[in-house]
T-cell receptor
Framework: ETGVTQTPRHLVMGMTNKKSLKCEQH?????MYWYKQSAKKPLELMFV???????ENNSVPSRFSPECPNSSHLFLHLHTLQPEDSALYLCASSQVGAAKNIQYFGAGTRLSVL | SQQGEEDPQALSIQEGENATMNCSYKTSINILQWYRQNSGRGLVHLIL?????REKHSGRLRVTLDTSKKSSSLLITASRAADTASYFCATDAGAGANSKLTFGKGITLSVRP
């Protein structure tokens, strides 16, 4: 148990569906992250939130919409996705400003877009 | 890009042998970390080394950093079947509030019983 919980663990959706991924951290961290992990590719940073404010958006398509209502919760809202969006979506948290920026990851949501 | 690139891409060894994995990067860094990922799970932090350090140990793990060659190695001694996983290096050129990790593609390690 890393202290970061992601739900659901698996998700299958059609291209016209709307779904949301949820992440919750119990570590008291001030930063949360969304990553996309596809086979044979480096881990792709999608969004970063520091103290609930979005500080990074790495040219992510608008069909991915993040939401961070507080420092402990992070959502990724999905709408009209494409089959190439199928991947493992990982959430992480860390204490930015600490001596070491060690990130703690959730187990991920395996997304399949049909 | 200062993205870390690990090599080899895949490594298969016998239980009890040592596993050495390498990471190279392109620009100066402040910190380098190694993470492990079991199949279908999230990444778990293993060990961190700063740019002013040359070697760190943690249990069966040894990490070295050569800033002149912009490379790092992770050594797992006396490997076990449970060490089978993917291993990632992550580089960080920033510090404090400007800290940002950049991950490589990872190395798949298989340890045969």
């Amino acid at each position: 148990e890393t202290g970061v919980t992601q739900t659901p663990r698996h998700l299958v959706m059609g291209m016209t569906n709307k779904k949301s991924l949820k992440c919750e951290q119990h570590l008291g961290h001030n930063a949360m992250y969304w990553y996309k992990q596809s086979a044979k590719k480096p881990l792709e940073l999608m969004f970063v939130y520091n103290f609930k404010e979005q500080t990074e958006n790495n040219s992510v398509p608008s069909r991915f919409s993040p939401e961070c209502p507080n420092s402990s919760h992070l959502f990724l809202h999905l709408h009209t996705l494409q089959p190439e969006d199928s991947a493992l979506y990982l959430c992480a948290s860390s204490q930015v400003g600490a001596a070491k920026n060690i990130q703690y990851f959730g187990a991920g949501t395996r997304l399949s877009v049909l | 890009s200062q993205q870390g690139e690990e090599d080899p891409q895949a490594l298969s060894i016998q239980e009890g042998e040592n596993a050495t994995m390498n990471c190279s990067y392109k620009t100066s860094i402040n910190i380098l970390q190694w993470y492990r990922q079991n199949s279908g799970r999230g990444l778990v932090h293993l060990i961190l080394i700063r740019s002013n350090e040359r070697e760190k140990h943690s249990g069966r793990l040894r990490v070295t950093l050569d800033t002149s060659k912009k490379s790092s190695s992770l050594l797992i001694t006396a490997s076990r079947a449970a060490d089978t996983a993917s291993y990632f290096c992550a580089t960080d050129a920033g510090a404090g509030a400007n800290s940002k990790l950049t991950f490589g593609k990872g190395i798949t390690l298989s340890v045969r019983p």
